[in-house]
Nanobody, 116 residues
Framework: QVQVVESGGGLVQPGGSLRLSCAAS????????MRWYRQAPGKARELVAA????????YYADSVKGRFTIARDNAKNTGYLQMKSLNPEDTARYYC?????????WGQGTQVTVSS
């Protein structure tokens, strides 16, 4: 059974850090590009970060550059999004996406709330 499961979200104070994980099962994440999206209430889903299947090429939205780091461990079939210097504007539900040539898999998301 194909699954993508995000974890690691929660409530954090401004300036804090979180690491999100994206665990894939039922397929090999190593052959998929991995992307993290987020969606805040009333807003469109936006691409936050992406990494190629090899892990070589990365992309970051301007709003998170220098604060977020995307990574992947293909041996563990898991991806990560390290987030630091979080601010209230980062509050959203974060989704992991495994994007392949023929298939596209999504998780259910994990909520990140940045508040004092």
């Amino acid at each position: 059974q194909v699954q993508v499961v995000e974890s690691g979200g929660g409530l954090v104070q401004p300036g804090g850090s979180l690491r999100l994980s994206c665990a894939a099962s039922g397929f090999s994440l190593s052959t998929y590009a991995m992307r993290w999206y987020r969606q805040a209430p009333g807003k469109a889903r936006e691409l936050v970060a992406a990494v190629a299947s090899s892990g070589g090429n990365t992309y970051y939205a301007d709003s998170v550059k220098g604060r977020f780091t995307i990574a992947r461990d293909n041996a563990k079939n898991t991806g990560y999004l390290q987030m630091k210097s979080l601010n209230p504007e980062d509050t959203a539900r974060y989704y992991c996406n495994a994007n392949g040539r023929f298939y596209d898999y999504w998780g259910q998301g994990t909520q990140v709330t940045v508040s004092s």
